[in-house]
């Protein structure tokens, strides 16, 4: 099931509470970012931030430099065990590719050996901590095993891997203060309900960003009322990963489903919806290494072209969720897509800007300020 049932969680009322009251008092227009988990929703809700307030303060910064730490300390320990795993799995399958996945140099082993028996916890960025994380990061079997896992299995290194392995020297420095992009790389995995009241446009809007987990998805139905645009964002990248929640469904067919279920609901039968096709970064690289016809059979087209892949996706996505609505009886509309790679800020920029006619003209519809077209029964899709 892709939504768990409702439950009265006390966190769950009081975060829907409290959005309920700003909204109230401040009559204004929601929109709402919706997704599966990790498809980049709060990376898009900070970029709002970035663009259209003012930007993320000290105390955000301090914050988010104990996220860091403990996102390179958790990225080192991964590394070792899987170092391990890997080989092993390349010594039973015969595969020299796999089995050169083991840390080989003597500087990096023995670091290996005392980061494997850190607790995340109680361990601090001491600069031997930094300097074991180094060796490790610069061994050959590491960054092979580093390789393979960011780019095929997902988890368990996370997509900001890479870049925080690239600043490791800078950010082992005392003086270190996440700048805006670790910020954006920064993985926290939203528990709660977040709001912020932003000038977008002409217009006052309410922006709230949930968690996209299984476990998360109960909240949501406390925040949809008024809602006069979602913006669905969908990880591109996601065709090749497995649900953290359950390792036997593909993300992807995940996402697509959730996304099914939403457009068809009644709620949001006048709702703008905006699909942010996402990670399109990551998902142009992973392309080249990993079929997308792995996922998607019927795909025959050019398997190297991040927009051919992206453009069947849209027919795909577009398939299911009218047979969604129609199995429901709710009206065709129409879905506007946008490929995204949300930690780029000069990106996000333009395509917030083009979003603002949709997103402004429905809360303008909804206010009964313009005419609005009737929807098209669903025969006609
Ligand atoms: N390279 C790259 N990384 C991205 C992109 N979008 C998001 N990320 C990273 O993906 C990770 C997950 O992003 P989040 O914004 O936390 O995902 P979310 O949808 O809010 O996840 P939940 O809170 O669990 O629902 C973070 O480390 C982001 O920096 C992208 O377009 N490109
Ligand atoms: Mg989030």
């Known amino acids: 099931m892709i939504f768990e049932p409702i439950e009265s969680q006390r966190s769950t009322m009081i975060d829907s509470r409290l959005i309920e009251m700003s909204y109230k008092e401040a009559k204004i227009p929601r929109v709402i970012f919706l997704g599966a988990g990790e498809s980049g929703k709060s990376t898009m809700f900070k970029q709002l931030r970035l663009i259209y307030d003012t930007g993320f303060d000290k105390s955000m910064r301090s914050t988010y430099k104990i996220v860091v730490h403990s996102t390179i300390m958790k990225i080192a320990k991964t590394l070792v065990v899987q170092c391990e795993k890997l080989a092993l799995l390349g010594d039973k399958m015969d595969d020299p590719g796999l089995k050169r996945c083991m840390i080989e140099g003597k500087k990096a082993r023995v670091a290996a050996e005392r980061v494997r028996n850190l607790w995340e916890l109680d361990s601090w960025f001491s600069p031997q901590l930094v300097r074991d994380i180094d060796d490790i990061l610069q061994d050959p079997g590491a960054q092979n095993a580093m390789e393979r896992y960011w780019m095929r299995f997902h988890p368990p290194l996370p997509d900001n891997t890479k870049y925080f392995a690239s600043r490791i020297g800078k950010i082992a420095e005392e003086t270190y203060i996440p700048s805006d992009q670790d910020i954006l790389r920064a993985r926290v995995r939203s528990v709660c309900i977040e709001d912020r009241i932003l000038q977008y446009g002409d217009v ?178």
């Open 204 to 381: 006052r809007f309410q922006f709230i960003d949930v968690g996209g987990q299984r476990g998360e998805r109960r909240k949501w139905i406390h925040c949809f009322s008024n809602v006069t645009t979602v913006l669905y964002v969908l990880s591109l990248s996601a065709y090749s990963e497995r649900l953290i929640e359950d390792r036997r469904v593909n993300r992807m067919t995940e996402a697509v489903a959730l996304f099914s279920e939403i457009s068809a609901m009644s709620t949001f039968r006048s709702t703008s919806i905006i699909v942010f096709l996402n990670k399109y970064d990551i998902f142009e690289k992973r392309i080249k290494t990993i079929p997308f016809s792995s996922l998607f059979e019927d795909f025959d087209e050019d398997g190297e072209d991040p927009c051919c892949c992206a453009e069947y996706l849209k027919f795909v996505i577009s398939e299911q969720s009218s047979k969604a609505r129609r199995r429901k009886g709710v009206a065709c509309r129409q879905i506007y897509y946008h490929l995204t790679t949300a930690v780029d800020t000069n990106l996000m920029r333009k395509i917030f800007e083009s979003c603002s006619r949709v997103i402004v003209s429905r809360s303008i519809e909804d206010a009964g300020l313009m005419f609005a077209e009737e929807p098209q029964p669903c025969g006609s899709c």
